[in-house]
């Protein structure tokens, strides 16, 4: 069976075990909190249990939805902005063939938008867009977000010059409020296919509901392996806090252990540059859930062995507030062999017959002991290789282990009220009605 190791020895040496067994009495009231709805945020738990109660029939829906998209478009866009895209762009490229440049085996290449506020990058999508078949959905729980709002109103505009009305509406599936926002009323209106994010699912938690599942659905992977993955988790990590069987748990205590100690900052890692996305969809999680009240472990991410050639030094020598959690990835899915060469000019024969993955592990052991060595603590999650079932289980792992983090921080872990700051200014100096006394006063600042 596929299954999630998590492994803290190399962690352990740097934690006092007293501030870890404080903790570990901690937890088992945190996890009741979080059980019994009596937490901060509670009322933001609908992903607690949403891989086992997930329905067939949404499914279902989702399942038939995409089989219409994929037949139609050969690009697929995702419009949407922090948790309600970083979810799907993270399973889809840890899934995905990186060199598949076009439609591939019927998979629609998936694009993305609404992201950003790049003028060159929205130019170069619809320049792109003019002689492609495609399709979008729209992603928005609260339907007023600026970048999305704004990208979608681009793309609705050339869909509709492109198909006509009828048809393009026909292109577009909007994922939003059961009820409320701009985006809900424009799509009634407009009679686009719709999706709910459930009103108790934050955005960085909804990579379960269609949020990620229709895009990754139309990516062409497997959405009931990937709710497998994580309702194995699910079920787990329900039937005890302790650390001894809960993975989620001995992460969360493990981190929290660290951070007493004095290492604030985080740095996710991985061997496989197809867990990229995975990085970013972790570092906004966890930013998100525990940075506020002047508290939380900063969350950063790299890449190696690409990154050991830039943030490699600053980890083996620089300030000795950073930990590591490595995602490790037992196997490939591919083997590509090392061949022999007669004139062995590179000097590469000692490694001829092995495979470049021994390489990786061997470099991926070499760092953890040489980053241990020089005062960086270690965490390493296992799995056996990158598919639905595996990225499945990390999934749930990572969020339930973040909400136990933000009780033991003593945060919300499911509001980011932090996010408000820049949007108020960007309205002020944009002119947005309703926005005039802020206006005046960013003004002022300015002079
Ligand atoms: O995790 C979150 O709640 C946020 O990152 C949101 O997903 C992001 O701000 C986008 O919000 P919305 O889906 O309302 O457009």
Same mark, same amino acid.
């Given at each position: 069976?596929?299954?999630?190791?998590?492994?803290?020895?190399?962690?352990?040496?740097?934690?006092?075990?007293?501030?870890?067994?404080?903790?570990?009495?901690?937890?088992?009231?945190?996890?009741?909190?979080?059980?019994?709805?009596?937490?901060?945020?509670?009322?933001?738990?609908?992903?607690?249990?949403?891989?086992?109660?997930?329905?067939?029939?949404?499914?279902?829906?989702?399942?038939?939805?995409?089989?219409?998209?994929?037949?139609?478009?050969?690009?697929?866009?995702v419009i949407g902005i922090g948790g309600s895209y970083l979810g799907a762009r993270?399973?889809?490229?840890?899934?995905?063939?990186?060199?598949?440049?076009?439609?591939?085996?019927?998979?629609?290449?998936?694009?993305y938008a609404g992201q950003?506020?790049?003028?060159?990058?929205?130019?170069?999508?619809?320049?792109?867009?003019?002689?492609?078949?495609?399709?979008?959905?729209?992603i *928005?729980? #609260?339907?007023?977000?600026?970048?999305p @709002? !704004?990208?979608?109103?681009?793309?609705?505009?050339? =869909?509709? /010059?492109? &198909?006509?009305?009828?048809?393009?509406?026909?292109?577009?599936?909007?994922?939003?409020?059961?009820?409320?926002?701009?985006?809900?009323?424009?799509?009634?209106?407009?009679?686009?296919?719709?999706?709910?994010?459930?009103?108790?699912?934050?955005g960085?938690?909804?990579?379960?509901?269609?949020v990620g599942?229709?895009p990754?659905?139309?990516?062409?992977?497997?959405?009931?392996?990937?709710?497998?993955?994580?309702?194995?988790?699910?079920?787990?990590?329900?039937? *005890?806090? #302790?650390?001894?069987?809960?993975?989620? @748990? !001995?992460?969360?205590?493990?981190?929290?252990?660290? =951070?007493? /100690?004095? &290492?604030?900052?985080?740095?996710?890692?991985?061997?496989?540059?197809?867990?990229?996305?995975?990085?970013?969809w972790?570092?906004?999680?966890?930013?998100?859930?525990?940075?506020?009240?002047?508290?939380?472990?900063?969350?950063?991410?790299?890449?190696?062995?690409?990154?050991?050639?830039?943030?490699?030094?600053?980890?083996?020598?620089?300030?000795?507030?950073?930990?590591?959690?490595?995602?490790?990835?037992?196997?490939?899915?591919?083997?590509?062999?090392?061949?022999?060469?007669?004139?062995?000019?590179?000097?590469?024969?000692?490694?001829?017959?092995?495979?470049?993955?021994?390489?990786?592990?061997?470099?991926?052991?070499?760092?953890?002991?040489?980053?241990?060595?020089?005062?960086?603590?270690?965490?390493?999650?296992?799995?056996?290789?990158?598919?639905?079932?595996?990225?499945?289980?990390?999934?749930?792992?990572?969020?339930?282990?973040?909400?136990?983090?933000?009780?033991?921080?003593?945060?919300?872990?499911?509001?980011?009220?932090?996010?408000?700051?820049?949007?108020?200014?960007?309205?002020?100096?944009?002119?947005?009605?309703?926005?005039?006394?802020?206006?005046?006063?960013?003004?002022?600042?300015?002079?």
């Open positions: 069976m596929n299954k999630l190791s998590i492994e803290t020895t190399r962690a352990q040496e740097f934690i006092d075990q007293s501030s870890f067994e404080k903790l570990e009495k901690e937890i088992y009231y945190k996890n009741i909190d979080l059980d019994q709805k009596k937490g901060r945020g509670s009322d933001y738990l609908g992903w607690h249990h949403l891989p086992s109660t997930i329905s067939t029939d949404l499914i279902n829906d989702i399942k038939a939805t995409a089989a219409r998209i994929r037949k139609k478009a050969n690009y697929f866009v993270a399973v889809i490229e840890a899934l995905s063939n990186p060199f598949a440049a076009y439609k591939t085996d019927d998979n629609p290449k998936i694009l950003n506020l790049s003028e060159d990058y929205l130019y170069n999508l619809l320049q792109l867009l003019d002689n492609e078949d495609y399709a979008l959905t729209v *928005s729980k #609260s339907g007023t977000t600026t970048e @709002a !704004l990208a979608f109103r681009l793309l609705k505009d050339h =869909l509709e /010059k492109k &198909y006509g009305e009828e048809e393009a509406a026909d292109r577009i599936i909007a994922i939003t409020d059961a009820s409320k926002g701009a985006l809900r009323n424009l799509a009634g209106q407009k009679g686009y296919k719709t999706y709910i994010v459930p009103d108790d699912v934050g960085r938690f909804s990579v379960l509901t269609p599942l229709l990754i659905a139309i990516a062409g992977f497997d959405i009931e392996l990937l709710i497998d993955g994580a309702k194995k988790m699910e079920s787990l990590c329900s039937s *005890s806090a #302790s650390p001894k069987v809960n993975p989620a @748990a !001995l992460y969360a205590l493990t981190r929290n252990a660290l =951070l007493k /100690k004095g &290492y604030t900052v985080e740095i996710l890692i991985n061997f496989s540059p197809t867990l990229m996305y995975f990085n970013e972790w570092k906004q999680l966890y930013g998100e859930s525990e940075g506020k009240e002047h508290k939380g472990i900063f969350p950063a991410g790299a890449n190696f062995t690409t990154d050991l050639h830039s943030m490699g030094q600053y980890i083996q020598e620089g300030q000795r507030n950073l930990f590591e959690t490595l995602i490790a990835v037992k196997s490939p899915k591919n083997k590509v062999i090392i061949p022999n060469d007669k004139q062995n000019l590179d000097g590469l024969n000692y490694l001829s017959g092995k495979n470049v993955e021994y390489v990786n592990q061997m470099a991926q052991l070499g760092t953890s002991i040489a980053h241990v060595d020089g005062g960086v603590p270690n965490i390493k999650i296992e799995i056996d290789q990158i598919n639905e079932d595996s990225l499945g289980q990390l999934i749930y792992f990572f969020e339930l282990a973040v909400a136990y983090s933000g009780y033991l921080l003593g945060v919300n872990p499911f509001d980011q009220p932090g996010v408000e700051a820049y949007k108020r200014n960007m309205f002020a100096l944009l002119g947005k009605p309703g926005f005039e006394k802020e206006t005046k006063e960013i003004r002022k600042k300015l002079q």
